[in-house]
Structure formats: structure tokens, C-alpha cells
């Protein structure tokens, strides 16, 4: 009984030792013996010079953004109402009335402009847009707004319209005008102005009779008269 039982224990577990023994060496093989890993290369064309691979990792860090080219500069906008627009051509007037040209010439930025109503050269720094003052001041002008159009950006206003000058001797002037203001050092400035005169009125004819002109005549001989050259 005993040799029929080792028999068949000899029978059943040779072949089962057999394909464990197998199946150990096989894997034992198979990670002595391991591929390299893979590298994926990146064709990058070279004038004249055919094709040349880089490593994948190469080819990655000159493609990718650096931290510089994605870093931006954020400006914030100042606030500002359209009646505080307006009320910074009052802050012009109010120069004027100084009639101090430096004083004016001031309310303009570093790099503002002046297209100025009398004049027919422009104006673009300090001293030439306190040179135009100079002269104007001294017929003593007060300006009013009488019709206007704001618009308010990102940092910067517009401000355009018509405007009157009464000067000191009564009479009156009106102007197209546009005022652009930019922030600038902590307050708001002029960057641009423009003003010139109502071509209509300028060029408007006025109608006179044949005896208003023989008046003239009259004019100019009681002019005789008086005997003052």
C-alpha cells in the first residue's frame, strides 16, 4: 500500500514541479534581459541642413513658455465720473484766470499737444504751450462749455463740444474745442487739445444795402474832420 501511495505522489506532483521550475526561469530571463526605454525624438527642421532629432525633453523646454513671456504688467483704471471730466476744463479756466501762462501751460502732461484756436503752428511741450498763453492771456478770456460730448476709457477721457471766451474788452469768440485727458502722476492731465473756430461764422456773409455803404463814405470823411491822422 505504501509503494502505491509514493507512486502516485511520484505520479502527480513530477509534473507539477516541472512547470513551476519552468515558469521561474522563464521570468527570472525576461527581467535579466529588459529593453531600454523608449526615447521619443522631435524633428526640427535646420536650414540647408536636413533634418535633425532632439530628445523629447529638449524639444519640450524650447517650446514651452517661459515664466517672462507670460507675465504682463496690469494696469488699474481710475475711476472718473463725466462730471468730473467736465469740471477739469474748469480747472483750465481757472488757470487762465491766473493769467499766469506757466499756470496753464501746467494743466497739460509730459507729453501733451495744443492745436490752439489763433495760432497756426502746434504746440507739443512746455515752453511753446506757455509762449501761445503768453499772448492770449492778455485779452483776459473766461471760457464756458455751452455744448459737449464726454467719453470716458481706461485711463483716459474725452471731452469735445463748443465753448464761448468772453474777453475783458466785451466781446465774444465761439470754438470748436476737444480736450483728451490721461492719468498721469496721480491726476489727470491735458493730452490733447484742439480749438478752432466756427468755420460757418467765420466765412458767413453778411448782408448790406447800397445806402449803408455810401455811409461809409461818410465815416471815413468825418474822420477827415476830426483832423487826427
Do not use: C
Request: aromatic residues 10%; proline residues 7%; negative net charge.
Amino acid at each position: 500500500l505504501t509503494s502505491i501511495v509514493s507512486a502516485g505522489i511520484a505520479f502527480v506532483g513530477l509534473p507539477l514541479w516541472l512547470l513551476l521550475s519552468s515558469m521561474f526561469f522563464t521570468n527570472q530571463q525576461q527581467s535579466s534581459v529588459m529593453p531600454p526605454p523608449a526615447t521619443t525624438t522631435t524633428s526640427v527642421a535646420a536650414p540647408n541642413a536636413g533634418v535633425m532629432s532632439l530628445p523629447s525633453n529638449v524639444a519640450s523646454s524650447l517650446s514651452a513658455p517661459s515664466a517672462s513671456s507670460t507675465a504682463g504688467v496690469v494696469v488699474l483704471s481710475q475711476p472718473i465720473t463725466k462730471a468730473e471730466v467736465r469740471n477739469l476744463f474748469n480747472l483750465w479756466n481757472d488757470a487762465l484766470a491766473t493769467g499766469d501762462p506757466a499756470t496753464v501751460a501746467k494743466r497739460y502732461s509730459k507729453d501733451g499737444v495744443l492745436l490752439p484756436t489763433l495760432s497756426d503752428v502746434p504746440r507739443n511741450d512746455f515752453e511753446s504751450i506757455k509762449d501761445y498763453f503768453v499772448h492770449f492771456l492778455e485779452k483776459k478770456p473766461d471760457g464756458k462749455i455751452l455744448e459737449g460730448e464726454i467719453f470716458v476709457g481706461n485711463n483716459w477721457a474725452q471731452d469735445a463740444g463748443i465753448y464761448e471766451f468772453t474777453f475783458a474788452d466785451g466781446s465774444k469768440v465761439k470754438a470748436r474745442y476737444s480736450f483728451v485727458y490721461v492719468y498721469e502722476n496721480g491726476q489727470w492731465m491735458i493730452s490733447h487739445h484742439h480749438s478752432s473756430l466756427m468755420p460757418e461764422e467765420v466765412v458767413r456773409p453778411k448782408a448790406i444795402t447800397k445806402d449803408e455803404v455810401r455811409g461809409l463814405f461818410n465815416l471815413w470823411n468825418d474822420a477827415l474832420a476830426t483832423g487826427d491822422p
